[in-house]
């Protein structure tokens, strides 16, 4: 432990983690974005990543939220280099939960892939079967990618609107 300032880590090693913090909230597109993904205020995500303010880091659930929508670990990942450990992606697992937000891009992708697709092989006017063959795979993509948010928002709606049990009193 430091003696001047009671904390393990040499400060340079905190500042460090606001720098990431700063470029996980800009990954989703700035505070107020952040905020309104997180159980946070816009304050909150300045003052994280103000290096003059350091008392004030994220919950580690803001943390998790922000990279599940920005789609890169930033905090995490220097998290794990500051203790001597590289931060290495394990398969998805096939049925891992998603958020709105992160499925909606997936989705706005494959949709984008279809239309390119699509327009690459009107260009001339006439559809070769292998065009047809790639517009067929990139439209059941996007479909799959329908499909699966559907399912993961209809799960959520279901778990918000769950009735409680309410037991008759005696």
């Known amino acids: ?20 913090t700063k ?22 995500f300045h003052r994280a990543y103000d ?8 919950g580690i659930d803001q943390v998790l939220d922000l990279e599940m929508i920005g789609g890169d670990p930033h905090v995490t990942r220097r998290l794990a280099e500051l203790q001597g450990y590289r931060l ?3 398969a998805p697992k096939a049925h891992a939960p998603k958020c709105p937000e992160r499925g909606a891009l ?11 697709t699509v327009a690459e092989a009107a260009a001339d006017s006439h559809y070769t079967v292998n065009e047809i063959r790639d ?6 993509r996007a479909k799959e990618e329908i499909d699966a948010n559907l ?8 778990a ?7 037991e008759a009193a005696e």
């Open 1 to 20: 432990m430091s003696d001047t300032t009671g904390r393990y880590m040499p400060p340079g090693d905190y500042i460090s983690l606001k720098t990431q």
């Open 23 to 44: 470029k996980l909230v800009n990954a989703v597109h700035g505070v107020e974005a952040a905020a309104a993904s997180t159980r946070g205020a816009p304050v909150t």
């Open 51 to 58: 290096n003059n303010r350091p008392d004030c880091y994220l």
């Open 88 to 90: 290495v992606r394990a």
């Open 106 to 116: 997936v989705l706005v992708q494959a949709a984008g892939d279809y239309a390119g």
């Open 135 to 140: 517009m067929i795979a990139k439209a059941e």
């Open 151 to 158: 399912d993961d928002l209809y799960q959520r709606l279901a």
């Open 160 to 166: 918000l609107t769950a009735a409680p049990i309410v």
